[in-house]
């Protein structure tokens, strides 16, 4: 059974940073997309970044380009996310989730649908 446990959330002002990291158990011998969605009060959960099996294909939303990083260590099945230069517009509920449909490979939708796997969220709030 696949889990995810999200990590590192909590309160920063605005300009500052904070890494997000998302423990995954249950992958073992599995290939698998990951990703970070946000889900901010009142509206849809956003695709923030996603990243393949292999490391060394990314996507980022255009709003978080440049201030956002994701990587991953899959010696620790472990997903992260560097968040620096944080504005308020990034405070949210951060998930990670995994796709192991595609073989590693990571859809071109920013669907939620696209992952089956979803950990319960870390909360990150961005005050000015």
């Known amino acids: 059974q696949v889990q995810l446990v999200e990590s590192g959330g909590g309160s920063v002002q605005a300009g500052g940073s904070l890494r997000l990291s998302c423990a995954a158990s249950?992958?073992?011998?599995?290939?698998?997309?990951m990703a970070w969605f946000r889900q901010a009060p009142g509206l849809e959960r956003e695709g923030v970044a996603r990243?393949?099996?292999?490391?060394?294909?990314?996507y980022y939303t255009v709003s978080i380009k440049g201030r956002f990083t994701i990587s991953k260590d899959n010696a620790k099945s472990t997903l992260y996310q560097q968040m620096n230069s944080l504005n308020t517009g990034d405070t949210a509920m951060y998930y990670c989730?995994?796709?192991?449909?595609?073989?590693?490979?990571?859809?071109?939708?920013?669907?939620?649908?696209?992952?089956?796997?979803w950990g319960q969220g870390t909360q990150v709030t961005v005050s000015s």
């Open positions: 989730a995994a796709d192991l449909t595609r073989g590693g490979f990571c859809g071109t939708s920013r669907s939620p649908t696209d992952f089956e796997h």
């Open positions: 249950g992958v073992n011998g599995s290939r698998y997309c």
């Open positions: 990243i393949n099996y292999w490391g060394d294909v990314t």
